[in-house]
């Protein structure tokens, strides 16, 4: 997770879900948890360059879970605290790691805290670790789930 304050945690909403608190949220989930529209999630993705969820195929987004605290931070600016864009902006850039890339991907491919390789260039290669972090997260939930449905 990208260099964030403590209140920039307390902000992000608590998802009810079932899913695991690191799984990824659609647009849709994200926008009804802060109660927002998507349209306005959308606009503050080209307002907020650091604001960036994953994209899939058709352009579906997929919001990490440092993308859903961005955008906690954010609605709290904007509409808690009342800055303007440019002013939410400029306060998050002077925060100093925030406007920084997401964090670096890592992944329970062998071990629960193996950090994945990552590239320099952000090519392709950088997606397809992200969707293998995303599977390993995936594969991680469901060997829990049956370990529990076993148990019983």
Known sequence: MPASSISDLQDAPVFDDGKAPEALRTI??????????????R????Q????????????????RP???????TINRLLHGEGYTIKGARQALQSKGGVAA???EPQAELHAPD???????HGGPEDEVVEALRILAGHLHTI?????AALAD
Request: net charge positive; glycine share 8%; proline share 9%.
């Open 101 to 103: 890339a997401p964090a």
């Open 48 to 63: 907020f360059p650091m604001l960036r969820p994953l994209t899939r195929a058709g352009g579906r987004r997929y919001y």
């Open 114 to 120: 193996a950090p994945v390789p990552t590239l320099a």
């Open 28 to 41: 849709g989930e994200v926008a009804k948890a802060l109660g927002l529209k998507q349209h306005v999630l």
């Open 43 to 46: 606009y503050w993705e080209e």
């Open 143 to 147: 060997r829990e789930r049956l370990a």
């Open 66 to 72: 440092e993308d859903v605290a961005l955008v906690a």
